[in-house]
């Protein structure tokens, strides 16, 4: 079945891909549109998610992702807008002339079929696609069963607006056939140019280990705060909190905090007081157990740990170094950050830390497609090959090289 899904989402992507950019536009417009006219309809498929979810025990940072609100498609809808004003990705690049005469360029061009796994986020089905059919591509989507309802009724929409405009419906195209097996078909299906897995650690680390497409790995962030002797503490509290707390179940929040010695007993006490009004729970050393009320001794695993929930490990060192070593070693390449007044430990800092994205005195939920100015994100790549952080329009491109001749030969 699938290769007959590819078959007809390789036909769609080869028009999409030689439309003009006005046209692929349009499609985000219509969309968006579509979205307001519907919102209803949407709201309603995804409270029957809802429902399901909280029926079948559905951990909490889970359904916290899947639910959808109107100021949700309302952001939603926004985004959509904003990728229909930015620039187009495809088109020409470089161009340079051979010695010999021969004119090379390099345009930019669409990958091909994008398959997205997923889990609980339906504004992905609206973000991630909103992406791929903006920069040409056309997207196979494997949304997880706690979303099923919603995601039929956007994958819908987006097909509607394909039509809309005389375009192909197999663009988009959702497999929501329950059975598991599908899942790892993709994973194995020849042809596929791409393939995005968004959800826990257990799926990412399924479709990395098990996949033989091309993948890129995202999403997992056991992200960490270093608070430097030289930190204003105000402003170290205040990150901190935003971190943890402004959304606890994203890939983006605080996991970890680290202090320096000498601001340990002027910081800990604060951050604590203010996280203990939102029922933040410490896991922390020694230090920390003796500044922290009711922390609890951290283990190895919490290091390890990407929360996504009230709690909060927490570690005193020595020196900057030993907070970079901390990072080195349980970090998940994805957002870190330090706070700072000292420019040479801050640049340091941002030079020694392996990570998509490195913070100077901002929170670390700044890691995100919309924040960035991108409309939007299909993922965030923690991996070096072929994109890094917030993946946007560009990320879903390539480069293909023309070359314009007058009869050049190489060897005759």
């Known amino acids: 079945m699938l290769e007959q899904n590819l078959l007809k989402a390789k036909e769609a992507g080869t028009a999409l891909a030689q439309t003009k950019t006005a046209q692929r536009n349009d499609i985000l417009t219509v969309m968006a549109g579509l979205i307001r006219e519907r919102t209803p309809v949407i709201l309603q498929a995804n409270q029957l998610d809802l429902v399901h979810a909280e029926e079948s025990g559905l951990d909490t940072p889970r359904a916290n992702r899947l639910k959808l609100s109107p100021d949700k498609l309302a952001s939603l809808t926004s985004g959509l807008l904003t990728v229909a004003g930015l620039p187009d990705p495809l088109g020409g690049g470089r161009r340079w002339t051979l010695p010999n005469g021969l004119v090379l360029e390099q345009i930019h061009v669409p990958l091909g079929v994008i ?18 059919l903006k920069s040409g591509n056309s997207i196979l989507l ?9 995601n039929r009724v956007l994958a819908d929409l987006w097909q509607e607006a394909l039509k809309s405009i005389g375009l192909s419906p197999s663009a988009v195209q959702l497999l ?19 393939l995005i897995p968004r959800g826990g650690a257990s799926l990412i680390r399924t479709v990395v280990e098990e996949a033989t497409v091309p993948v890129i790995e995202t999403g997992v962030g056991n992200c960490h705060l270093y608070v430097d002797a030289a930190a204003d503490l105000d ?8 971190g943890k707390m402004g959304n606890p179940s994203v890939c983006n929040a605080l996991e970890t905090v680290l202090i320096h010695e000498d601001v340990k007993d002027a910081f800990l006490p604060r951050a604590s007081e203010v996280l203990r009004q939102y029922g ?27 929360y996504l929930g009230l709690h909060l490990a927490a570690r ?35 030079a020694a830390v392996d ?18 100015g991108f409309g939007a994100e299909v993922g965030i790549s923690t991996q070096k ?15 293909k090289t023309v070359a314009f001749g007058s009869g050049q030969t190489r060897d005759f």
């Open 176 to 194: 929501d056939d329950p059975d598991r097996s599908l899942a790892r078909e993709l994973m194995h299906l020849s042809g596929l140019d791409l």
């Open 115 to 132: 398959g997205l796994i997923y889990e609980s986020r339906p504004g992905v089905t609206i973000e991630a696609v909103s992406l791929a």
């Open 385 to 399: 090959l072929h994109a890094r952080g917030p993946m946007g329009l560009d990320a879903l491109t390539t480069i």
């Open 142 to 150: 494997r949304g997880g069963r706690e979303a099923q309802h919603t």
């Open 235 to 242: 402003m170290a509290v205040k990150i901190l909190l935003d």
């Open 355 to 372: 990570a998509a994205v490195v913070y100077w005195n901002a929170s670390t939920r700044f890691s995100d497609g919309n924040e960035f």
């Open 280 to 306: 933040v729970a410490w896991h922390g050393d020694a230090a920390v157990l003796d500044l922290v009320p009711g922390a609890v001794l951290a283990t190895e695993e919490d290091w390890l740990t990407e």
């Open 316 to 350: 005193v060192v020595g020196s900057l170094d030993e907070a970079i070593e901390h990072i080195r070693r349980y970090g998940s390449s994805h957002s870190e950050g330090i706070v700072t007044n000292h420019y040479p430990t801050g640049q340091r800092f941002l």
